[in-house]
């Protein structure tokens, strides 16, 4: 009965981590930043005399809020719409010095060059998702018997597929955790098993080190069997088990 109830216990704190995780992130960073620039933008209405303090609660334009040290929330939306202008500015490409000065400043930190390079890898490998990396492919790399997990980027052309007189595909094979790290194989399109996974799921297994496994779109369907009529078009539907129908 102890073991069962271990076994119990962490298979649901399996299934619950990943949402308590992404809960506890969510609302660390959402404290984190309006504690940071919530008061200072308190500061600066009260000065303007947008809010005023009285009995200990504030009034934002005489109207009573039930907070007392700064509104809540303010500083978390001021964030939002300062991404939304820096993002807006990086798309038109304006001050595009003043980015680069940054980002070299971030990369002149020592330990924090690391973290920030690291981040950045990642990012620009879900981004690249659609331009570079056009499906998951499965191979028999290293040896036979092993499975490895690519991307297919192309075909091969020019001498390369002159000289191996066969149709091969660009296939990039990433490390794990840092998936924008790895080596290019030419191979045989017979010898590659295409996956219908996801190019996101793929990174997602990848980094995870294979803990994020994508579900098999194909698992709990069975055959399919159409029957057509002069007036309508039946479908039968044959599980896997013997006992589906």
């Avoid at 984190?32 to 005023?52: M, P, W």
């Avoid at 007392?68 to 500083?75: D, F, H, K, P, V």
């Avoid at 595909?169 to 399109?189: A, D, E, R, Y």
């Amino acid at each position: 009965m102890w073991k069962r109830f271990q076994k119990n216990i962490i298979a649901g704190l399996i299934f619950l981590l990943p949402a308590i995780a992404t809960i506890y992130l969510i609302q660390f960073l959402f404290s984190l930043i309006d504690a940071f620039l919530g008061s200072f933008i308190t500061s600066i209405l009260k000065a303007l005399n947008i809010i005023t303090l009285h009995e200990g609660s504030i009034y934002f334009l005489g109207v009573y809020t039930p907070f007392s040290e700064r509104l809540l929330g303010i500083g978390f939306i001021l964030t939002i719409f300062l991404i939304t202008w820096i993002g807006s500015m990086r798309i038109k490409g304006q001050a595009s010095q003043v980015f680069l000065t940054i980002d070299r400043a971030f990369r002149r930190i020592p330990i924090a060059n690391s973290i920030y390079t690291s981040v950045e890898q990642i990012i620009h490998a879900f981004a690249q998702e659609r331009s570079s990396f056009q499906r998951v492919v499965l191979l028999e790399y290293p040896r036979k018997g092993l499975y490895t997990i690519g991307f297919l980027t192309g075909e091969s052309k020019g001498e390369v597929q002159r000289v191996t007189s066969k149709a091969c595909i660009n296939v990039f094979l990433p490390t794990t955790p840092n998936p924008t790290s790895g080596w290019l194989v030419l191979v045989p399109k017979e010898d590659v098993t295409f996956l219908n996974m996801t190019v996101e799921q793929g990174l997602k297994f990848i980094i995870s080190g294979g803990v994020v496994v994508p579900p098999d779109p194909s698992e709990g369907l069975g055959e399919c069997e159409a029957v057509f009529d002069e007036k309508d078009v039946t479908i039968h539907i044959r599980g896997k088990r013997k006992d589906e129908s």
